[in-house]
């Protein structure tokens, strides 16, 4: 008995510390799982009238979308088929600035500039992440109560546990009378609800550390039994000569290049290198919709000599369990990962999660209210 109070004790205080955290995290969660679906409805002007004629080397999307914005970087330029558009993504972390100029691939005329700070997802996605607070104090505040979440589902279970076999049947489904109270009921909806959602609720909240802290991603993929790095890094140049008189850049043979190599890929995103030094990086999406089985490919920037990567991000062919584990990660965190039943399924377990803080808080409420009621009595 004392044990479970113990356990009861935690519960509530854990639960009242970070319920209004568990509830934004969550809802914003259920606005997020389904972004790309409802984008598609709006992104008309992604597409374009395929033609049979050359498209836009990486050098001239690059060159072409720095005119909108001369005095920032581009991070890369996304291809993908032949009526689609070309995006070019510029982003720089501080101060913080995230943009895409989407071009018409065969004339390079500019298409559509879009924000990606401001906007319903963005805003979602600030609240999810931060709180809509400052971001370093946002995100540990988000990332501690995700943890103590995590005991709040292990503590949840035991209490969820029934004293004696038979009331089994009790925390397993609603079986509610006409005489019976809303405290019972609301008791019956907190316990059954988490006992359903909470393993994958733990679930969606363990992804989340694993995006959120190095040193729990380290752990996961060590626990295992991965053995590169995990830490994404570009390697550089193989200190390769360009060949001497060549009228085209290197960089703007790779992407003709990779389309014959992956004809059936979605989408090849281009880095551009850093400086010198530095190799060409290219994403090569196989999986519309998923990102675990992509292909992160390395060039030297003058010769195109393809370089290993000594991390997890390499050829998707090469990749270990481990490495499957940890790249699955986000698209296990959205439920990308077992298609649109899977998004449902993580869109139906964080908005359940979300009710749990209220009826958390209306349990402790009835309680103490049960309570504060027989002292006044008593003193009556």
């Not at 972004?35 to 597409?47: A, I, M, N």
């Not at 988490?194 to 060590?222: H, K």
């Not at 998923?290 to 195109?304: A, E, G, I, P, V």
Request: glycine share 8%; net charge positive; aromatic share 14%.
């Amino acid at each position: 008995m004392k044990f479970r109070k113990s356990i009861i004790t935690i519960h509530k205080f854990l639960g009242l510390a970070t319920g209004i955290v568990v509830f934004i995290v969550a809802v914003t969660g259920c606005c997020w799982v389904f972004k790309e679906e409802v984008e598609s409805l709006y992104d008309g002007y992604k597409k374009v009238v395929p033609k049979n004629e050359p498209v836009l080397t990486a050098s001239e999307a690059r060159n072409t979308a720095k005119t909108v914005f001369p005095d920032h970087a581009v991070h890369g330029t996304v291809f993908k088929k032949a009526g689609d558009a070309i995006e070019v993504i510029f982003y720089e972390a501080e101060p913080e600035f995230y943009r895409s100029v989407f071009l018409n691939p065969y004339s390079g005329e500019i298409i559509q500039i879009d924000d990606h700070l401001s906007g319903f997802f963005s805003f979602v996605l600030k609240g999810h992440m931060r709180l809509w607070l400052p971001k370093t104090l946002g995100e540990q505040v988000v990332g501690v109560s995700v943890w103590l979440f995590v005991l709040i589902l292990v503590s949840g279970l035991i209490l969820w546990l029934p004293k004696k076999r038979r009331n089994l049947k009790q925390r397993l489904k609603f079986d509610w009378k006409s005489t019976d109270r809303w405290k019972r009921k609301n008791f019956d909806f907190h316990s059954i609800i988490g006992f359903y959602v909470g393993s994958l609720a733990l679930i969606l909240a363990l992804t989340g550390l694993v995006m959120s802290y190095n040193w729990f991603q380290y752990a996961v993929y060590r626990t295992a039994g991965g053995k590169k790095e995990v830490t994404f890094s570009i390697p550089e140049n193989t200190d390769g000569t360009a060949v001497q008189g060549d009228s085209v850049l290197p960089m703007d043979r790779l992407i003709p290049q990779l389309r014959k190599a992956s004809p059936n890929a979605e989408s090849f995103e281009l880095h551009y290198p850093f400086d010198e030094t530095s190799s060409i990086y290219v994403e090569v999406s196989n999986s519309e919709g998923l990102y675990y089985d992509s292909d992160f490919r390395f060039f030297d920037q003058n010769t195109l000599e393809e370089i290993k990567s000594a991390t997890i991000y390499g050829m998707y062919r090469d990749t270990s369990v481990a490495d499957k584990i940890l790249r699955m990660n986000y698209d296990i965190h959205i439920g990308a990962i077992g298609g649109i039943a899977g998004k449902i399924i993580a869109f139906l377990v964080s908005l359940l999660t979300a009710s749990l803080p209220i009826t958390g808080v209306l349990l402790w409420y009835g309680r103490s209210y049960k309570k504060k009621n027989k002292r006044v009595a008593a003193k009556t």
